[in-house]
């Protein structure tokens, strides 16, 4: 009796839990005319929600259940989303279908959970049109028609009035179902934080148990530590005490130091004194050379005086020329007095410095943390003190002979004729110019003070020499 060969989904639910008021039929006609298709239009309220699978049945008046169809039709979906606003939908039956016989008959929109959501008035079918067929009914027939219809339209309003309760009644239960869902949410979240707070209250004990340990631990490391403090502070004073003691030794041998320095510049004054001393000996040799040649001199004057008679006027020295060599000669003999005499103070002063740096010497061994400065006064130990009355590295004109020292009078006379230097015997009339040729040819001049000197004491020539060096 359908059109398709699927069966509508149905159910032996009853009448009174219908919902009738969620769709309402339009334009229902009391007749239809079974020669041609029939078409239902309907409403799709505010609250009802369209599915795949609902359908809409043609159903006998007094059915009682949704199995009593007898056909049917799927319900199209909406084109677009109206759930804020009715829909007008429309379906239509083909009259192969449709029922043959005079009964009344109505539609009936089913949901694919078996739910009833609309019916409409009560119609019949006939097979010809009201301009060919003349139904004639009885008053009675036509009361009856009337009573069914009022009864109809009174279990349409019944039916509308409980489906707005029952509607009430489902937006109350959902509210309830939704606030349930809320709250069941909301013990979830509730356990899902108890558990995570346990889960916490357990790591906490953990870390408790854990640093209570810790605590145990550090109370035995901080009473290590108290008793390491006692014995460095022990120790601390031990080290002050050590400190304050070799602070004062520190003290004391900087006093020493200080001590040693003054003694050590007084061995380099000593050392100054020295070397002032050194060069009194040079100027001391200087004069004694000067002195002798002066001698040497006076002595060749004199040695000369005899020969003077055979020689030229001119070549004889004036007697002013003697008085000024012999006032040169006191003045040299002086100045070698003056100079002996501070050569003899030197000595004096040397002797002294000598047994003064001898003491320090024997101060400096007992000292052990100033073992550093022994070596100036050893140094200035081995300093060799010069003998009284003498030069320091001796006088190196002294026991050489030459013939400006010779005071033999009876050599000087036979030098007349005989040479001293060479032993070349000369006659008395020799010319004097080759006479003094030939005593200069074995003669050494000095080319700084024209000091001469024999050739065989080239040694005491060089020494000469490197006293003009020095100077």
Not at 288 to 295: F, K, L
Not at 430 to 452: G, K, N
């Amino acid at each position: 009796m359908g059109e398709t060969s699927d069966k509508p989904p149905s159910s032996a639910v009853l009448i009174d839990s219908f919902h009738f008021s969620q769709v309402i039929f339009n334009n229902v006609n009391k007749f239809y005319d079974l020669r041609g298709d029939i078409t239902c239009y309907y409403t799709l309220t505010q609250n009802m929600v369209p599915r795949k699978k609902d359908w809409v049945g043609i159903f006998r008046v007094g059915w009682k259940t949704i199995r009593e169809y007898y056909t049917f039709s799927w319900a199209p979906l909406p084109s677009d989303d109206h759930s804020d606003t009715s829909v007008q939908q429309q379906i239509q039956f083909k009259s192969y279908y449709l029922p043959k016989d005079d009964e009344y008959y109505q539609f009936c929109y089913i949901d694919q959970a078996g739910m009833v959501r609309g019916a409409s008035v009560p119609f019949q079918f006939i097979a010809e049109t009201k301009d060919d067929i003349l139904v004639v009914r009885t008053q009675g027939e036509e009361e009856e028609i009337e009573l069914q219809n009022k009864k109809l339209r009174e279990e349409n309003e019944e039916l509308k009035a409980n489906s707005a309760h029952l509607q009430q009644q489902i937006n109350y239960l959902q509210e309830e179902l939704k606030k349930t869902q809320g709250l069941q949410n909301s013990l979830e979240c509730l356990k899902s934080n108890t558990e995570k707070l346990e889960q916490e209250v357990n790591s906490l004990k953990e870390n408790k148990k854990h640093l209570e340990e810790l605590d145990e631990s550090r109370g035995a490391e901080l009473h290590q530590l108290r008793k390491q403090i006692q014995h460095m502070t022990l120790e601390k004073e031990l080290l002050e005490t050590r400190l304050k003691s070799t602070r004062d030794r520190v003290d004391q041998l900087q006093s020493q130091v200080s001590n040693y320095e003054k003694e050590v510049a007084n061995l380099s004054q000593a050392d100054h004194d020295k070397t002032e001393l050194e060069s009194l000996k040079e100027e001391n040799c200087q004069l004694r050379v000067s002195r002798t040649r002066q001698h040497q001199c006076w002595e060749l004057s004199s040695f000369c005086l005899p020969v003077s008679r055979d020689l030229p006027n001119n070549t004889l020295p004036s007697q002013q020329q003697n008085r000024n060599l012999t006032k040169e000669c006191e003045k040299q003999k002086r100045s070698a007095e003056i100079l002996q005499a501070r050569k003899d103070e030197a000595d004096k002063e040397n002797q002294k410095l000598r047994d003064e740096n001898d003491r320090h010497l024997k101060a400096l061994s007992q000292t052990r943390s100033l073992s550093s400065f022994s070596f100036v006064s050893q140094a200035g130990a081995r300093i060799p003190a010069p003998k009284v009355g003498g030069l320091v590295y001796g006088n190196p004109y002294c026991g050489e002979i030459t013939w400006h020292s010779l005071r033999n009078h009876k050599y000087m006379a036979a030098s007349v004729r005989e040479r001293p230097l060479c032993g070349d015997v000369f006659t008395e009339d020799v010319d004097p110019s080759q006479y003094e040729a030939r005593v200069q040819s074995h003669l050494l001049q000095c080319p700084f003070c024209s000091e001469t000197f024999e050739k065989s004491n080239k040694q005491v020539f060089a020494g000469h020499i490197l006293c003009h060096d020095r100077k």
